[in-house]
Structures are given as structure tokens and as C-alpha cells.
């Protein structure tokens, strides 16, 4: 295995950051995904909650409560 002078590994560093920086402008900046996650989970919450206390209501009516 041959070692890479300073030479081609900088260009070939140099060349994989401008890569990275060129998908990062593609993609959300990382506060947003966060937001998208947040707000994700807690509308599946909510609606974890909704469908759970609509079934005990169901259950309630059945039974003869009101």
C-alpha cells in the first residue's frame, strides 16, 4: 500500500468537503428536522390519546354509564 503525500490527500480531503457541503444545501438544516420530529411525535401522542379515550367512552356507554 503506497502512502498518499500531503499533496493528494488534501486535494482528495478538499474535494469530499465540498461534497458534504453541496448535499447539506439539499437537505434540511438540522433544527428543522428536529422541529419535523417533535411536532411528529406529539400529533402521534395526541392522537394516541384521542383514540384510547374515545374506547374507554365506548366501553362506558356499553356498560351502562353516561
Known sequence: MRARSRSEAGANGQAN???N??????????WLRRLG????L????VAAL???AGLIRMIMHAAGMR
Open 17 to 19: 468537503g465540498q461534497a
Open 21 to 30: 457541503r453541496q448535499a447539506d444545501k439539499r437537505m434540511a438544516p438540522l
Open 37 to 40: 420530529w417533535m411536532a411528529g
Open 42 to 45: 406529539w400529533a402521534a401522542g
Open 50 to 52: 384521542f383514540l384510547v
